[in-house]
């Protein structure tokens, strides 16, 4: 029997309307799942309060073992998992081979959680044992996107489990399968108790339920800035964590040392890799003067060689778009970039939803595809003569998430790198990178900072607590 049997892949009974899992290179109705309501949000969560009290008290090795198990059974599953994430959210295979591989790591490094020191004995002015210990918060709501479905829900998923919390999941209903409804099918099967872990896949009033329900006191988002703004706004009003990772607008610098022969295909992944829906895109090329000419060309070149088509039938270099709507924003803004004065070196074409890698050159502030989040693939350009004016350039965005440095003096670039604010920093490299074990964050519009990986989970998904004990009762002067 396969891992995710459409007859019993949803156990529990929601609200919803029925909706179907749609293949976007092809329109077709893959299946059909129920959809959460804002009404299922307070039983789920409730249900997992009830569950979770029990979990924490589990021995450390037990919750370790499901999580290794887990991992273990997305290597297992591979081939079915696979096909899901390529038809169901346009992946070509290798960024669905990259997506699990990252989701069994994620699993291990869960695990390890599991039997990490727990606090720290604190000295004392009084005759007492005095000592912090890390404790689950309860229940963590996980609110995830489309983009790198499986990824993006296991991130946050794994580790919550791991340290002794449930969870209430709503992935993005355009991919309620390979970002949700697989992630249930897995645990289930690697042996976690009943109650731990809930899956609504819903919409904004579903998230908007779970961001307010009082038996959820952490949320764990990641998506547009639009929508965080207001995950931070309601959590904000209702005295609760909310672990905020957002868009981009991530710069490439090329310094005037660079080796095009090498950053070319650099560049081109940094933008187009899954058709340019990935937060960490590379959405501005900032090229030195003396090799911005060769560099659009080039660049062009690139973009017009690569395969666009159905992942699941052929082998292309790029997918589909998720839908109609994400291909009427791309294709507005780069209708509205050429409209301000950009030049078309490539692309700006689509038949259906898969859109041309695109390649804009003669940008500047007033490029609607250079100033903003496009999401979608395409590379705008642009020249700097010197290496404050590509600093001041790079700096200059609402956004801080990720930035890629290309010189052949990698000191040079680190020193660079400290003139520009961001989370994330590569050095000879593009901007969309990601491990299990490293600290994945933005500043500014791109969210609250580094919450994944390591130390970055404890903080996310435990409070800490100030313990003393005494032999005798404390005396007082009255």
């Avoid at 489990?161 to 099918?185: E, F, Q, Y």
Wanted: include cysteine; charged fraction near 20%.
């Amino acid at each position: 029997m396969p891992l995710l049997d459409p007859t019993t892949w949803q156990s529990r009974t929601l609200s919803g309307p029925q909706h179907p899992v749609t293949e976007p290179a092809t329109g077709d109705t893959l299946g059909t799942v129920v959809l959460a309501g804002a009404e299922d949000v307070a039983p789920a969560a409730e249900a997992a309060r009830a569950a979770q009290a029990e979990w924490a008290r589990v021995p450390h090795f037990v919750r370790a073992g499901v999580l290794r198990k887990a991992g273990d059974l997305f290597a297992a599953h591979a081939e079915e998992l696979r096909e899901w994430l390529v038809r169901e959210s346009g992946s070509i295979p290798g960024k669905a081979d990259f997506e699990l591989h990252v989701a069994a790591q994620e699993c291990y490094e869960a695990a390890a959680l599991a039997s990490r020191p727990a606090g720290q004995v604190l000295p004392s002015e009084a005759p007492r044992l005095s000592y912090t210990r890390r404790v689950p918060v309860g229940v963590v709501g996980v609110i995830s996107p489309f983009n790198a479905p499986l990824i993006l829900s296991i991130r946050s998923v794994a580790p919550a489990l791991a340290l002794g919390n449930a969870v209430v999941l709503k992935p993005d209903p355009r991919t309620a399968v390979c970002g949700g409804l697989s992630l249930a099918a897995v645990f289930a099967e690697a042996g976690l108790p009943e109650g731990l872990l809930h899956v609504l896949p819903g919409g904004p009033e579903t998230g908007a339920a779970l961001v307010a329900d009082p038996r959820v006191p952490v949320i764990s988002f990641t998506g547009s800035t639009a929508a965080g703004r207001a995950v931070g706004e309601a959590a904000g009003r209702h005295l609760k964590r909310a672990h905020l990772e957002l868009g981009g607008n991530s710069a490439l610098v090329v310094l005037e040392d660079a080796d095009l022969d090498a950053v070319i295909s650099t560049a081109a992944w940094g933008s187009f890799f899954h058709q340019g829906q990935i937060c960490m895109t590379t959405g501005r090329h900032l090229v030195h003067a003396s090799l911005y000419e060769e560099y659009v060309e080039r660049l062009a070149a690139k973009a017009d060689s690569l395969a666009v088509g159905d992942p699941h039938r052929a082998q292309v270099h790029l997918g589909p778009l998720i839908d109609e709507g994400q291909l009427t924003k791309v294709h507005g803004l780069v209708e509205a970039s050429t409209a301000a004065g950009a030049k078309l070196a490539a692309g700006g074409t689509h038949e259906n939803l898969f859109y041309r890698p695109t390649v804009l050159a003669g940008v500047d502030d007033r490029t609607p595809a250079y100033a903003e989040e496009v999401f979608g693939p395409v590379a705008p350009v642009r020249a700097f003569s010197t290496p404050d004016e590509a600093a001041a350039l790079a700096a200059e965005s609402s956004y801080g998430l990720s930035l890629g440095i290309v010189t052949r003096d990698a000191a040079r670039g680190l020193e660079l790198a400290e003139r520009i604010p961001t989370g994330i920093v590569h050095i000879n490299d593009q901007t969309v990178n990601d491990e299990a074990v490293a600290p994945f964050g933005g500043i500014a519009a791109s969210g609250t900072g580094a919450r994944f990986g390591g130390e970055a989970n404890l903080e996310a998904f435990t409070d800490v607590r100030w313990t003393t004990v005494r032999g005798d009762v404390a005396p007082y002067p009255f």
